[in-house]
């Protein structure tokens, strides 16, 4: 089992920028690729960002060059920067723990957390 925490979510103004958090307890964090994703209300969960075991990290394109994924082992935890905020990044973000392999697809993650609220205004 693996237990998974976000923090950092809030209200920023359009162009602001936030920084999330997701903590990791119980199993070995490393051995796990992680990935962040989001859901707007009255939309689906949608893929944000993940990042491999060794660091290796991709983007949808609608935050690619704004929002930049990282982990650290020995913290246990990934985080999500997010610059140049826009109203359309308005959601609930969620970090979540894959032991198969790195994927968009978020029925392949195994652990998930309670998500944090990000809204932006106009």
């Known amino acids: 089992q693996v237990q998974l925490v976000e923090s950092g979510g809030g209200l920023v103004q359009a162009g602001g920028s936030l920084r999330l958090s997701c903590a990791a307890s119980?199993?070995?964090?490393?051995?796990?690729?992680m990935g962040w994703f989001r859901q707007a209300p009255g939309k689906e969960r949608e893929f944000v960002a993940r990042?491999?075991?060794?660091?290796?990290?991709y983007y949808a394109d609608s935050v690619k060059g704004r929002f930049t994924i990282a982990r650290d082992n020995a913290k246990n935890t990934v985080y999500l920067q997010m610059n140049s905020l826009k109203f359309e990044d308005t959601a609930v973000y969620s970090c979540?723990?894959?032991?198969?392999?790195?994927?968009?697809?978020?029925?392949?993650?195994?652990?998930w957390g309670q998500g944090t609220q990000v809204t932006v205004s106009s």
């Open positions: 990042i491999s075991r060794s660091g290796v990290t």
């Open positions: 119980g199993r070995t964090f490393s051995r796990f690729r």
């Open positions: 979540a723990a894959s032991e198969v392999g790195s994927t968009t697809n978020p029925t392949a993650y195994d652990y």
